[in-house]
Structures are given as structure tokens and as C-alpha cells.
């Protein structure tokens, strides 16, 4: 694998989340379980849920945070991103539907989404930066917006309790002659045979309801084969961080600090002993968030970078899994 270091800046990040906020101890009460049970089996403590907003609405929440921390103006933006696992309506697709809540007087500018499950916003970032360093665009604004929870099967526990939705935005430059900040190596890999371990399978043409005699509903709901999919991303993950490290030229130790995909409590515990780095290293905001799909983890990066973990000119992995099977991770500086 050849990597290409690029001279890419994340210039402001933003995120936004529903009003509603849903706690483990809710959930309890809502399947008769003692005072606590939720949040010792899942790690999650609080997570928020959609009522009245829409991914749209939470994406361009998120975008006005980042264009503020960016000290940058909707008429800087050159190109938006919409980086979602899942689609606030078929048609059209969700770029246009966030330049479309924001109104009328937005520029003409270049929208288009990047879907890849959980990995989206990591894809996107790793497929924009070479178009940003190339002088494509100047700013780039990418946002991962998900509403996860209607789609939950709440009549088990399961998935039900761990999932939350919200948004995540950040802004991408070239950087300046002087600035550090760089991609460094990035990696993403799909093993086809992992297609079925999650899947929504209504949405499409596949499952269409002209096709079907008998409901839709059921199809509309998220379903996961969590100990395969665990079983595979423990088997891949060592040897794909080893090969994204050697890309970098860097080992474990000059890690600042790894933001993973918000994935489960399990896969967070256990990422850490497989990449043999000190819990502190890893940003894991799980418990107040739960997993936010694709919005997860560049709220992560979020939540490092205005708590102060991470400060310029450090070396950072961004790294997850998702629906497809997908493996992904980026070395940057920044």
C-alpha cells in the first residue's frame, strides 16, 4: 500500500444533538429490569433521540458549530459533504437537504454525500483531503448526521440500548507553509463476506414495498450479528493497525491519542488491549452519547479537541469498523 502524505488542516469541528435525552434508567423501568442493569451490560448512561428534528436540521446545526470554531462563513465553503450512515429520505440525497433546511440564500456550491455505514465521515475525510490538496476546493465542510433510534427494534434490548442520535461537523483546509497538520497514512479495507452482519433492508429497490406481500415494517429495522461481527474485526484489526502505523511511519508509543468509531463498550475495551495503548490514550465519550452511527466518531474528535486532549502538532488515529464490513483508520497530525 503506497500512502501520499497530504498537507490537510481540520481548521473547526461542531456537533449537535436532539433535545430529548433517553437514560439507561428510563430503559430499565421500560423492561422491568432493576435499577441499573442497562448501563453495566452497555456502558451507556445517556444517549439522545430524534422527536421533532430531522438529520437535516441536526447536520446544519452542526455545520454552523464548526463554521464558528473555523471563524469561517457559510460563502467561504467551496464543497459540502454529507457523511451519514443513514438517509434523512430517498430522494434527494442528503447534501441537498441540508443546503435546502439552511434556505434560500446559500451559494451555489458543490454537495454531494459519501456513504459508508459507520466509517462515512472517515471516508470522506480520507477521499476529500487529496481533492483539497490538489486545489479542487479551498474549504471543505463534511457532516455525519444519523437518526438511528427509529429504526431500533425496541421490543428487545439488544441494539435498542446502546445507539443514540446526533450530529458531527468539521472543516478542511490545505495547510499553510509553517503549519504541521498532515494526513499522514489512512487505510480502508471491506470484506464482502461480513455484507449481512448489519444491515437495514428496507430503503431501497431491493426491498421496495411493490415488491413485497407482506409488510415493510419489519424490514425497516436495524439488525446485527454483534458476535460475528466482534469475532471479525478482533481477527483483522491488529494486522490492518500494524500496516496503517508502518504507512506513517510511526509506532503505537507516538500516538497523542486514538479516536475510535463509538461502536459498543466491548469494542472500545477490547480496541484497547489489542492496540496495547493505556485507556487515557482513547476518546471515549460512549456513555453520554451512546453510538451515534456515522456521527460517532468525528463527535469524538469533537469532544478531544474543545476538552484539550489533543493540541497541534500532535499525532492522532482515527480508527473503526462498520456495516459492510468495513475496516478503517487515519493517521494524521493535528
Known amino acids: 500500500m503506497t500512502n501520499h502524505r497530504r498537507n490537510i488542516r481540520i481548521c473547526g469541528t461542531g456537533v449537535a444533538v ?24 452497555y456502558g451507556v448512561r445517556t444517549r439522545h433521540c430524534t422527536v421533532h428534528e430531522n ?15 473555523a471563524d469561517l462563513r457559510w460563502s467561504d465553503i467551496d464543497c459540502l459533504v454529507a457523511a451519514s450512515a443513514t438517509m434523512d429520505q430517498a430522494l434527494p440525497y442528503n ?7 439552511r434556505g434560500g440564500d446559500t451559494h451555489r456550491i458543490t454537495a454531494f454525500d459519501v456513504g459508508a455505514s459507520c466509517l462515512s465521515f472517515l471516508v470522506a475525510l480520507d477521499t476529500l483531503s487529496y481533492l483539497v490538496e490538489s486545489g479542487r476546493y479551498r474549504n471543505v465542510l463534511i457532516v455525519s448526521a444519523d437518526i438511528a433510534t427509529f429504526s431500533l427494534d425496541w421490543s428487545t434490548l439488544g441494539e435498542s440500548a446502546i445507539f443514540g442520535d446526533g450530529a458531527a461537523a468539521a472543516v478542511i483546509r490545505k495547510a499553510a507553509p509553517g503549519e504541521t497538520s498532515s494526513v499522514l497514512a489512512s487505510r480502508i479495507e471491506t470484506y464482502p463476506e461480513g455484507a449481512e452482519y448489519c444491515h437495514i433492508k428496507a430503503g431501497g429497490s431491493r426491498y421496495h414495498p411493490r415488491r413485497l406481500a407482506g409488510s415493510i415494517g ?15 474485526v478482533s481477527r483483522e484489526m491488529p494486522r490492518f493497525v500494524e500496516s496503517l502505523l508502518d504507512g506513517a511511519a510511526l509506532t503505537h508509543d507516538q500516538l497523542r491519542l486514538v479516536v475510535p468509531h463509538q461502536a459498543s463498550r466491548l469494542a472500545l475495551d477490547h480496541l484497547a488491549k489489542r492496540l496495547r495503548v493505556e485507556a487515557d490514550c482513547i476518546v471515549d465519550i460512549l456513555a ?37 464490513l468495513t475496516l478503517g483508520g487515519m493517521v494524521m497530525v493535528y
Open 95 to 101: 447534501a441537498a437537504m441540508i443546503l435546502a433546511a
Open 55 to 69: 438529520s437535516a436540521s441536526l447536520a446544519l446545526a452542526a455545520c454552523e458549530a464548526a463554521l464558528a470554531q
Open 288 to 324: 453520554d452519547f451512546g453510538n451515534q452511527v456515522a456521527a460517532a466518531l468525528p463527535s469524538a474528535l469533537h469532544h478531544a479537541i474543545a476538552g484539550g486532549r489533543v493540541q497541534r502538532g500532535d499525532p492522532i488515529m482515527l480508527i473503526g469498523s462498520g456495516a459492510g
Open 218 to 232: 419489519p424490514l425497516a429495522l436495524f439488525h446485527m450479528d454483534g458476535p460475528r461481527l466482534f469475532k471479525t
Open 18 to 41: 436532539p433535545e430529548q435525552v433517553l437514560t439507561s434508567d428510563e430503559i430499565d423501568r421500560r423492561f422491568g429490569l432493576p435499577a441499573g442493569t442497562v448501563f453495566k451490560r
